[in-house]
């Protein structure tokens, strides 16, 4: 059986971005290892070879090869009433029981605050016409949604007209990881919306399914 291919867009910006943290409490107190040279411990103690480092631009090369879906998360700022929200393409189910989900954001973002001080946010699948709403919510500015047309989720939180479904969550737990942080997110309410196909992400540029 074939499967769609997926044109993609030459490539024109970065990956969307994201990001901001917290600080994770620890229960126990690190196990600590003899010093060994040149090298590292692994769990057992034993001394591991040292590894090599990994370049962040092959990281990022190697890793666009994994296409992704692209979301935006949204949510009514509660300190001025106005919409925000972030493009992410870092996205999962977790969980049927809870139902669960996960993205990323970055440290660096000046938006994510906002929205985890809403408490509840709407998460919109983007379709295949959405690429410049992706690169307005991914770009640092005061009002991201000027110009686009959203109406409410049942949740209250901004549904970006056309999207192809939306999910009304809760956060329900945020840990640090490295550069940036993953957000484990309660659903409460979600519906599938417009009937169109999926933006894409792979390679760092945008694309679309034909066929």
Known sequence: MSTPAARVATPRGAVPAHGHTVR???????????PVANGRHDQAGAP??????????????????????????TAMDPATGEPAGIAVNSFTSVSLDPP???????????TWPRLRQAGRVCVN???????DVSRQLAARG???????????????????????AWIDCSIEA??????????????????THADRGPLLFFRGSYGRFDG
């Open 24 to 34: 994770e409490d620890t229960t126990a107190p690190p196990v600590a290892l003899p």
């Open 142 to 164: 005061p009002d991201k949604f000027a110009g686009l047309a959203w109406t409410s989720s049942p949740g209250g939180h901004p549904l970006i007209d056309e999207a192809l």
């Open 100 to 110: 669960l989900v996960a993205f990323c954001v970055a440290h660096t973002s000046s």
């Open 48 to 73: 591991e070879a040292a590894q090599p480092i990994v370049e962040p631009r092959h990281f990022r090369n190697v890793l666009g090869r994994f296409a992704t879906g692209v979301v935006a998360i």
């Open 125 to 131: 699948v983007l379709a295949d016409h959405h690429e």
């Open 174 to 191: 945020e840990h640090p990881a490295g550069d940036h942080l993953i957000v484990v997110a309660r659903v409460h309410d979600l519906g």
